[in-house]
């Protein structure tokens, strides 16, 4: 079967550096996919990866190997608003988008 | 990008009844997705809406209960049937441009009483 797997919660400090992890097991690949949620409202994009490396954007960086299945997300100098779920989604073979379950992300002054 | 309005935001509604949800694109897509999230689990997909013919739903939805209509390139719809407390979730529709980004309304928060 197809599976993705994240932490369900984490917690960070604001100002500081957290690392989202995210590891998948899918039918085919054809890109990577990281949105925030936060709640009560939709999720919104924010990053893709179909090759291996780091992809940077601003605060937020994310990251891929396909050889070991492993993404992470990497956001820097933490804010309050940054506080939300983060979702980690693969396109398979299929080109059908297989959604993590989220991880939360909880930030303290 | 794509802005997709979707409605209503929210509704409780009687075990029994059914509601529509409406999302509306300002954009032509072919395909239209609609996902439920139930709290703290991820995002299933329930069908994917093509503009002309029927849609195609995902293992454990079945169109008696979820049907969908696709009148155009840019509107559909998600009727849930029949409705029961289990049917309590939040309904996303999605549409995707190319193979590199989603884009979804904003969903409906839906509570069955």
């Known amino acids: 079967g197809q599976n993705i797997d994240q932490p369900t919660e984490m917690t960070a400090t604001e100002g500081a550096i957290v690392q989202i992890n995210c590891t998948y097991q899918?039918?085919?690949?054809?890109?990577l996919f990281w949105y925030q949620q936060h709640a009560g409202e939709a999720p919104t994009f924010l990053s893709y990866?179909?090759l291996d490396g780091l992809e940077e954007k601003g605060r937020f960086s994310s990251f891929l190997s396909r050889s070991k299945g492993y993404s992470y997300l990497l956001l820097k100098e933490l804010q309050m608003k940054d506080s939300a779920s983060y979702l980690c989604?693969?396109?398979?073979?299929?080109?059908?988008?297989?959604w993590g379950a989220g991880t939360k992300l909880i930030i303290k002054p | 990008s794509a802005v997709i309005s979707q409605k209503p935001s929210r509704d409780i509604c009687q075990r029994g009844t059914s509601l529509t949800i409406q999302c509306q694109v300002d954009?032509?897509?072919?395909?239209m997705f609609w996902y439920r999230q139930q709290p703290g689990q991820s995002l299933t997909l329930i069908a994917t809406?093509?503009?002309?013919?029927?849609?195609?739903?995902e293992s454990g939805f079945v169109i008696d209960k979820f049907p969908i209509s696709r009148p155009n390139l840019t509107f559909s719809t998600l009727t849930v049937s029949n409705m029961s407390p289990e049917d309590s979730s939040i309904y996303l529709c999605?549409?995707?441009?190319?193979?590199?980004?989603?884009?979804f309304g904003q969903g409906t928060r839906l509570t069955v009483v």
């Open positions: 999605s549409v995707e441009q190319g193979a590199t980004e989603a884009f």
């Open positions: 954009s032509q897509v072919t395909m």
């Open positions: 809406a093509n503009q002309g013919s029927e849609a195609t739903y």
């Open positions: 899918t039918s085919g690949f054809n890109g």
């Open positions: 990866n179909v």
């Open positions: 989604a693969v396109r398979d073979s299929n080109y059908q988008l297989i």
